[in-house]
């Protein structure tokens, strides 16, 4: 959607190590960037970074709401949602949405998608991490401006980075002919790479030092991204990510305690399918496996 870049500049913390009491399960790194030269800037990708889940569906959900999209449309994207809180982002899937939202928004007006704020507002706000905005609070009292930074539309971006008070939103922007949208994109896809574009015009613009900034993201597809800066930090990082995290010593916050349980459950449902498949001897050693262990001598679990 469309928009334009938000202004901001600052210093990296000194000392700081922040790493809020409460932000969740970290390794590696401190939090600080220390003894660089100029202004760093923190970058905080939206979707499982600053809040559980994707912004997307709650669009989707005030777009159904008024019309603009049908039931099977929803149902589509709660699917897409709750698969990505699961797995986290593809390239394939992240291209398939934006082709959506660009076919979904042509000859929409601009006025008409404005007025979805509240209800897109109203799902997103209770779902942001406590832990990931006293980050970003700290980056600013610190000096350093924050921005979001994420694949989601211009309009989201901004409308988030005014009411969390951060100093500017940077989506992916859609143009605007006579006041509608034409469906067609009206600058680089803000994903992979397109991230670091974005982040260079900022530098660029303001002044900002990208080895002296910090970046926070939870896919791998934001790895350009991570690397573009001197810290970087993965939220609740997919397979990829965290093996990488784990391998450059980056540090790493858990917050999505949905997500995990989830995962759980889907392994428990796999045992159950394989016991349900194997012979008897072996259904019994593969349930037993989905069972806890207990102690020999009082039954209870170790």
Same mark, same amino acid.
């Given at each position: 959607?469309?928009?334009?870049?938000?202004?901001?500049?600052?210093?990296?913390?000194?000392?700081?190590?922040?790493?809020?009491?409460?932000?969740?399960?970290?390794?590696?790194?401190?939090?600080?960037?220390?003894?660089?030269?100029?202004?760093?800037?923190?970058?905080?990708?939206?979707?499982?970074?600053?809040?559980?889940?994707?912004?997307?569906?709650?669009?989707?959900?005030?777009?159904?709401?008024?019309?603009?999209?049908?039931?099977?449309r929803l149902a589509r994207d709660a699917y897409e949602n709750f698969r990505f809180r699961l797995l986290g982002s593809t390239d394939d899937r992240a291209d398939d949405v934006r082709k959506r939202v660009g076919e979904m928004i042509a000859g929409v007006r601009v006025r008409d998608l404005e007025?979805?704020?509240?209800?897109?507002?109203?799902?997103?706000?209770? +779902?942001?991490?406590?832990?990931?905005?006293?980050?970003?609070?700290?980056?600013?009292?610190?000096?350093?401006?924050?921005?979001?930074?994420?694949?989601?539309?211009?309009?989201?971006?901004?409308?988030?980075?005014?009411? %969390?008070?951060?100093?500017?939103?940077?989506?992916?922007?859609?143009?605007v002919i006579d006041g509608r949208y034409t469906g067609r994109p009206a600058g680089p896809f803000n994903y992979r790479e397109g991230k670091v574009l974005a982040m260079q015009e900022v530098a660029g613009r303001d002044g900002v030092d990208l080895d002296a900034s910090c970046a926070y993201s939870?896919?791998?597809?934001?790895?350009?991204?991570?690397?573009?800066?001197?810290?970087?930090?993965?939220?609740?990082?997919?397979? =990829?990510?965290?093996?990488? =995290?784990?391998?450059?010593?980056?540090?790493?916050?858990?917050?999505?305690?949905?997500?995990?349980?989830?995962?759980? %459950?889907?392994?428990?449902?796999?045992?159950?399918?394989?016991?349900?498949?194997?012979?008897?001897?072996?259904?019994?050693?593969?349930?037993? %496996?989905?069972?806890? +262990?207990?102690?020999?001598?009082?039954?209870?679990?170790?």
């Amino acid at each position: 959607m469309a928009g334009a870049l938000s202004n901001g500049s600052g210093h990296a913390p000194e000392d700081s190590g922040h790493t809020p009491d409460g932000s969740g399960h970290a390794s590696g790194e401190s939090g600080h960037v220390s003894e660089r030269s100029g202004r760093g800037a923190a970058f905080f990708d939206l979707d499982k970074t600053l809040m559980a889940g994707s912004s997307g569906i709650f669009f989707a959900r005030a777009a159904y709401e008024s019309g603009m999209i049908s039931r099977r449309r929803l149902a589509r994207d709660a699917y897409e949602n709750f698969r990505f809180r699961l797995l986290g982002s593809t390239d394939d899937r992240a291209d398939d949405v934006r082709k959506r939202v660009g076919e979904m928004i042509a000859g929409v007006r601009v006025r008409d998608l404005e007025r979805l704020s509240p209800r897109v507002l109203a799902g997103v706000l209770p +779902r942001l991490y406590p832990e990931m905005l006293e980050r970003a609070y700290a980056h600013q009292d610190a000096g350093m401006p924050v921005y979001i930074l994420t694949a989601a539309s211009q309009e989201m971006a901004d409308l988030l980075a005014r009411v %969390l008070a951060f100093d500017g939103g940077i989506g992916s922007r859609s143009e605007v002919i006579d006041g509608r949208y034409t469906g067609r994109p009206a600058g680089p896809f803000n994903y992979r790479e397109g991230k670091v574009l974005a982040m260079q015009e900022v530098a660029g613009r303001d002044g900002v030092d990208l080895d002296a900034s910090c970046a926070y993201s939870d896919s791998e597809s934001d790895l350009p991204m991570l690397r573009a800066v001197g810290h970087a930090v993965v939220v609740n990082p997919d397979m =990829a990510l965290r093996r990488i =995290a784990l391998q450059e010593g980056w540090e790493i916050l858990e917050l999505d305690q949905l997500a995990r349980r989830l995962k759980l %459950l889907a392994v428990g449902g796999a045992v159950v399918a394989v016991a349900a498949l194997a012979p008897a001897p072996a259904r019994e050693r593969v349930r037993g %496996l989905a069972r806890p +262990r207990r102690s020999a001598d009082n039954g209870r679990e170790p």
